[in-house]
C-alpha cells in the first residue's frame, strides 16, 4: 500500500510569511501526528490529530496550527515565519495511537531566510 | 517531563564487532518502549519495539526498569546497518513519542 505522502518537499520563504504543510496518511490510519527534526533539537512533537479532532499538542507557539480533513489527510500551518523555523517537518501516521506502529513520510525541508 | 537520553552522537565499529547503542528514559512508570530507524536516503521506520520481545535484522533491545534503559545491541555489524538510530517511548498509547537526539552508527568495513 501506499506509504505516507507529504507536499511540498521543499520551500523557501521569507521571515513573516506563512506556510501550508500537507500530510497524506496511509489509507485506514485515522492518526495523524507532525514533528519538527532539527540538528540542535531532534525530533520534537507538534501535534496529532484523530478523526479531525486535535488529541495531542506539543509545546510550540500559537503560530503552529494545523488541521485534519475527514479523509484524514492533515495540513499544518506555520504563520509570521521566523528563521528559527527552518527545519524538516515530518509528518507520522497510525491506525490509532502512539503505540502502534508510526509510519513516516518523507518530510518538507523548509528554509526560511 | 519525560526524557530519552542517547549519550552517543556517533558510533563508529568494525564490521563482525559487537553493537551496543545505548538508551537511557526518565521515568517512572511503565512506559513503551521503540527504536526507530532511518537509513541513508530513506524514511524514518520502527525497527522494534519493547513489548513485543522480537529480534529485527538481528538487534535486540531488553528493557531494564531498574535502570531505565533500552539498549539496542547486535552481537555482529554489518556494514548494511550503518544508519541512524532513534529511542523512542510514549506513557501509553495515546501519548505522544518522546524521542532521544539519535545516534549515527558507522559501521566500517
Known amino acids: 500500500k501506499a506509504g505516507v505522502t507529504q507536499t511540498p518537499r521543499y520551500l523557501i520563504k521569507t521571515r513573516g510569511q506563512q506556510v501550508t504543510l500537507s500530510c497524506s496518511p496511509i489509507?485506514?490510519?485515522?492518526?495523524v501526528s507532525w514533528y519538527q527534526q532539527t540538528p540542535g533539537q531532534g525530533l520534537q512533537f507538534l501535534f496529532e490529530?484523530?478523526?479531525?479532532?486535535?488529541?495531542n499538542k506539543g509545546n510550540f507557539p500559537g503560530r503552529f496550527s494545523g488541521r485534519q480533513f475527514s479523509n484524514s489527510r492533515s495540513e499544518m500551518n506555520v504563520s509570521t515565519l521566523e528563521l528559527g523555523d527552518s527545519a524538516l517537518y515530518l509528518c507520522?501516521?497510525?491506525?490509532?495511537?502512539?503505540?502502534?506502529?508510526?509510519?513516516f513520510g518523507p518530510g518538507t525541508r523548509l528554509t526560511v531566510l | 517531563a519525560q526524557r530519552v537520553t542517547q549519550p552517543e552522537k556517533l558510533l563508529s565499529v568494525f564490521k563482525g564487532a559487537p553493537v551496543e547503542l545505548k538508551c537511557n528514559y526518565s521515568y517512572s512508570g511503565s512506559p513503551e518502549l521503540f527504536w526507530y530507524v532511518q537509513y541513508s536516503r530513506q524514511r524514518l521506520q520502527l525497527l522494534l519495539r519493547?513489548?513485543s520481545r522480537e529480534s529485527i535484522k538481528g538487534f535486540t533491545a531488553d528493557l531494564n526498569k531498574g535502570e531505565t534503559s533500552f539498549h539496542l545491541k547486535k552481537p555482529f555489524a554489518q556494514e548494511e546497518d550503518s544508519a541512524m538510530y532513534y529511542c523512542?517511548?510514549?506513557?501509553?498509547?495515546?501519548?505522544?513519542?518522546?524521542f532521544g537526539k539519535g545516534t549515527r552508527l558507522s559501521v566500517i568495513a
Open positions: 523512542a517511548l510514549t506513557l501509553s498509547g495515546n501519548t505522544p513519542l518522546v
Open positions: 519493547h513489548i
Open positions: 507520522a501516521s497510525g491506525r490509532d495511537g502512539f503505540g502502534n506502529e508510526q509510519f
Open positions: 490529530y484523530f478523526s479531525e479532532t486535535q488529541r
Open positions: 489509507s485506514g490510519h485515522r492518526s
